[in-house]
T-cell receptor, first 111, second 113 residues
């Protein structure tokens, strides 16, 4: 079974707009990670946020974590056509178990 | 930049045939994972290795799937016999330690006909 649930399942925006994707999970976590996957390719690690952190930035990416609500969000600012991909959240339960991935959000950025 | 190598990139096989996938993780990464991803879904773990030892294979269909990492470096995933429902992307990933980010290979797209 998949731990994380991304929302929305699909998102279509214009280039230059911001894109927000959400992830909810069910049990306590050690850390939460976000990955990007271009069509037919492997996943690329974007950001890791630990359970004692509330926000992290990396370039145009901003990730927040609310452990009380068991949710995380990924914000991509000033989106570009090259950001078109599927985005997955993945949860690490305990630090000793493999990541459990959600079903992903398909982002389309229209030029 | 170091990469996880996977081969073949694509594989078409007939039902009931045997098929094998190969993965070479980033040098020095002790932990290696095989995931299966059905189109439109997220990756699901098949097996996790720590060095040459299997740590988690609870989701591996052991009647037909096998995985090995004999010298704690590269790894092979085998399916025998292949079934139509095995059509999927098979992804290999490695990490320096369990609680860090993963580096994924480009995957092997398997089609069983």
């Amino acid at each position: 079974s998949q731990q994380g649930e991304e929302d929305p399942q699909a998102l279509s925006i214009q280039e230059g707009e911001n894109a927000t994707m959400n992830c909810s999970y069910k049990t306590s976590i050690n850390n939460l990670q976000w990955y990007r996957q271009n069509s037919g390719r492997g996943l690329v690690h974007l950001i890791l946020i630990r359970s004692n952190e509330r926000e992290k930035h990396s370039g145009r990416l901003r990730v927040t974590l609310d452990t009380s609500k068991k949710s995380s969000s990924l914000l991509i600012t000033a989106s570009r056509a090259a950001d078109t991909a599927s985005y997955f959240c993945a949860t690490d339960f305990s630090g000793n178990t493999p990541l459990v991935f959600g079903k992903g959000t398909r982002l389309s950025v229209i030029a | 930049e170091a990469e996880v190598a996977q081969s073949p990139r694509y594989k078409i096989t007939e039902k009931s045939q045997a098929v094998a996938f190969w993965c070479d993780p980033i040098s020095g990464h002790a932990t290696l994972y095989w995931y299966r991803q059905i189109l439109g879904q997220g990756p699901e773990l098949l097996v996790q290795f720590q060095d040459e030892s299997v740590v988690d294979d609870s989701q591996l269909p052991k009647d037909r799937f096998s995985a090995e990492r004999l010298k704690g470096v590269d790894s092979t995933l085998k399916i025998q016999p292949a079934e139509l429902g095995d059509s999927a992307m098979y992804l290999c990933a490695s990490s320096p330690r369990v609680s860090s980010g993963y580096t994924f290979g480009s995957g092997t797209r398997l089609t069983v006909v």
